[in-house]
């Protein structure tokens, strides 16, 4: 008996071998043989009717030190074991460890110590003890699923005890029917007697002892249809992520009390390297099981067979190749150091669209049949309504986007309505100034006014309509020019301009204006000879030609400085420097804009088109490396920076 | 300066505007004075006490707007009546020009220089009455 208890044994802490089968078989046999010859016991006496008396045999202190031997084996192995394992295996070699010891310690004592001061009379509590030993076996199978036979066990036991219930209730009375009759009742009279009992009392003692059972050996068994009832509920009352896997989490954790619980979900269901982020976790650190629930064998594991993954079922994957072996190294290691009991997978659409982490039970008890039931309507439940929850999340992620797009596309629009009506109401300005002048004189003149007036008054108004004309032609090809840069602006510009040249020939040009207004308008040539730029002459002249009508129009008194520069990468800056009213620092990012002027410029330019930065700025981005700015200080001045280059400036 | 020579302001910026509308309303009997920004305006309309004052709406310095809600709210130029004198067609800035006290907002380009003394005339005849 004791060496198959060694054998079991060995095989449970995975260190059977036929080499140690042999050797431990062997001996069994032969002190099973030897025990049928008189040299360990050498004489069995009755005693009264209920027991016996053996005395010593020659070999017996050779059978007590190999029965103590095996009996220490025992013990440092699980306690060995013990020491090594975490979780349910420890429990469980906790209760063998529990068993053999006190098999072992009466035993030893009953059995051989006691009979070497030749006491025999204990010898019978032997077999008592080698019960603990059995019980507890037992226990440690019911309480944490040594061998995953939790239920069988349940109804065997509660079968088991009811039947030795039902003998020892019969042998019981047979025993008092002797004492009180004081005599032998014929068991032929008797028999019958106690199977009537034994069939009265079987089934009540059953039901007693499955509440028994139930209620203080398997504490955990709960209702699982109204789990899953509970959980269905709760699923379909959301669409909201986070209360998805809250429900979870607290279905999960109320059924089967984990130490711990994380929802992770996948981040990327479609990608072959699986991303995860912790939806939910209960006394985990997500960081750390970020890694463990990334690793490729756990999640094609779980792909594959849409079954959970369980930490003590790991040793038991086979046919798996060199590098899905380290894999399963690396998700060993880790759910061993995470204490992780249990990974779950959520299929949802056959993907796998998460994982739930499940640390050991409160209770230390083991994860059932049942549980693992439950765990299979989580794994499709949970799925669906994750799934249904991403896809809402991204469904409202999309709306709110497009939401905030149409939005915006709605202020632009009435933005660039404004703007349209104010570009209209402008447009319709500027052009009326100059024709309300060219009418009102021709008026006059076909009145006959314009004979009474003396001859240089009468050459002012003819001369008016001509330049009134000239005007309205400028700003005819303006609004025509803005019109059509409103749209992507290309020019050519494969001509080669002497800047420098230009800038100056078009600085003379105003010479006469500032001379009027009493500005000093300055040309300062570049310091260092500039090569010519490729560019658009035509344009390039418009383009300096309204920045200095405006410096012109903007500056009351002191100067205007024009200068140009070389810069680094074959480029050139030009800068037209006035001591104007300046530009309020809100208007000037809006100033290249349409009709835009600063707020200080109180009024459009009743002479112009608006549109004169506008059309300088179109001008100057479709030339290779152009960019303009400006600097300004209200009340200072401002002071207008161009560049323009030889290429595109790549930074 | 004869006494029934009625005395028309203009306010206004462009130069070849004033000359047109001097020249003909100098031709049509009438005493005109100008001023090219807002506060020249309002600065001549006090001293000299016009029978009419022409406000441009777009000034290069003010908007004509303020410079209307100037003239009315002082008890000097308040009593002068204002027409709002522009090119700009814009709902809003009509609407704002009579609502501070402008008797009429005429478009430069509705009238020739003769329909506008006409009207100016029938204007200054009603204020009499």
Redesign the interface.
């Known amino acids: 008996m004791i060496g198959s208890a060694l054998i079991f044994l060995l095989s449970f802490v995975n260190k059977y071998s036929k080499f140690k089968f042999f050797i431990v078989a062997t001996l069994s046999l032969f002190f099973f043989f030897l025990s049928f010859t008189k040299l360990i016991v050498a004489n069995v006496e009755k005693v009264f009717q209920t027991g016996y008396v053996a005395s010593t045999g020659p070999l017996f202190i050779l059978y007590a030190l190999f029965l103590s031997i095996s009996l220490c084996i025992h013990i440092v192995l699980l306690a060995q074991y013990y020491k090594k394992n975490i979780g349910k295996i420890r429990y469980q070699s906790k209760y063998l460890l529990i068993g053999v010891g006190l098999f072992g310690f009466f035993s030893t004592l009953v059995s051989f110590i006691l009979p070497l001061f030749g006491n025999w009379g204990y010898a019978s509590l032997d077999s008592v003890s080698s019960l603990a030993f059995v019980v507890l076996t037992f226990y440690a199978i019911t309480k944490h699923r040594l061998m995953g036979i939790r239920l069988a066990v349940k109804k065997f036991s509660v079968y088991f005890a009811s039947l030795i219930g039902v003998m020892l209730m019969g042998f019981t009375l047979y025993l008092l029917g002797n004492l009180i009759f004081n005599s032998n009742i014929p068991f032929r009279w008797f028999g019958p007697f106690v199977l009537f009992v034994g069939v009265v009392v079987f089934d009540p003692l059953k039901k007693f002892l499955e509440g028994f059972a139930s209620r203080y050996l398997f504490t955990s068994l709960y209702d699982t249809e109204k789990t899953i009832q509970q959980l269905t509920k709760s699923l379909a009352s959301t669409i909201h992520l986070n209360e998805v896997t809250k429900t979870i989490v607290g279905v999960v954790s109320d059924t089967m009390k984990p130490e711990k619980i994380g929802v992770m979900l996948r981040r990327n269901t479609n990608e072959s390297t699986a991303s995860y982020i912790a939806a939910h976790v209960v006394n985990f650190e997500e960081k750390r099981e970020i890694p463990l629930v990334e690793n490729t064998f756990l999640n094609t594991y779980l792909q594959k067979t849409k079954r959970p993954l369980v930490y003590d079922e790991l040793s038991m994957i086979t046919g798996l190749s060199q590098r899905e072996k380290q894999q399963l190294t690396k998700v060993t290691k880790e759910m061993k150091d995470n204490a992780v009991a249990i990974a779950l997978p959520l299929i949802a659409k056959s993907q796998l669209v998460g994982i739930i982490l499940l640390g050991n039970k409160i209770s230390h008890d083991a994860y059932t049949k049942e549980d693992f039931k439950l765990f299979e309507i989580v794994s499709s439940q949970a799925a669906i309504a994750i799934e249904n929850a991403i896809l809402y999340n991204n469904m409202k992620e999309v709306v709110d986007q497009q939401t905030s797009d149409i939005r915006a596309k709605t202020e632009r629009l009435q933005e660039l309505l404004k703007l349209r009506s104010e570009f209209l109401?402008i447009a319709?300005?500027q052009l009326?100034?100059p024709?309300?002048?060219i009418?009102?004189?021709i008026?006059?003149i076909r009145?006959g006014?314009i004979e009474?007036?003396p001859p240089e008054?009468q050459k002012?108004?003819f001369n008016?309509i001509f330049?009134?004309g000239k005007k309205l032609e400028s700003i005819i090809s303006d609004i025509l020019a803005a019109s059509e840069m409103d749209k992507e602006f290309k020019i050519t510009h494969d001509e080669k301009i002497d800047v420098p040249a230009l800038v100056e020939r078009v600085t003379k040009s105003y010479a006469f204006d500032a001379e009027e207004k009493k500005l000093q308008l300055t040309y300062k040539p570049p310091p260092t000879p500039i090569a010519p730029i490729p560019g658009n002459e035509k344009y390039l002249e418009q383009m300096i030609d309204n920045l200095l009508s405006n410096a012109l129009h903007y500056t009351e008194k002191g100067s205007i400085t024009v200068s140009l520069q070389k810069k680094e990468k074959d480029c050139i800056l030009l800068s037209i420097a006035d001591t104007g009213i300046g530009i309020p620092e809100k208007d000037r990012a809006r100033l290249f804009d349409k009709f835009v002027r600063g707020g200080n410029a109180?009024?459009?330019?009743?002479?112009g088109s608006g549109l004169g930065l506008f059309i300088i700025k179109k001008i100057v981005d479709a030339h290779p490396g152009g960019k303009v700015w400006m600097e300004s200080q209200e009340g200072k001045g401002t002071t207008f920076f161009v560049q323009l280059c030889q290429s595109v400036i790549t930074k | 300066m004869s006494t029934t020579a009625p005395t028309i302001l203009l306010i206004e910026?462009?130069p070849?505007?004033i000359?047109?509308?001097s020249?003909?309303f100098k031709?049509e009997g009438f005493h005109f004075i100008s001023a090219t920004t807002g506060a020249e305006g309002i600065e001549k309309a006090r001293r000299e006490q016009p029978d009419l004052i022409l406000l441009d709406i777009?000034?290069?310095?003010?908007?004509g707007i303020e410079v209307l809600k100037q003239l009315k709210g002082d008890a000097l130029t308040a009593k002068i009546p204002v027409v709002a004198f522009?090119?700009?067609?814009?709902e809003s800035t009509v609407q704002d020009a009579l609502k501070f006290g402008a008797v009429e907002y005429i478009?430069?380009?509705s009238l020739?220089?003769?329909d506008l003394v006409t009207k100016i005339r029938s204007l200054l005849a009603n204020q009499k009455k």
Do not use: A
């Open positions: 109401d319709s300005h009326r100034t024709v309300s002048v009418n009102g004189t008026s006059m009145e006014d009474k007036l008054q002012k108004f008016n330049l009134k109180r009024n459009i330019y009743t002479d | 910026d462009d070849d505007q000359f047109l509308y020249t003909k031709l777009i000034l290069s310095e003010e908007n522009s090119n700009l067609d814009k478009l430069k380009t020739e220089p003769k």
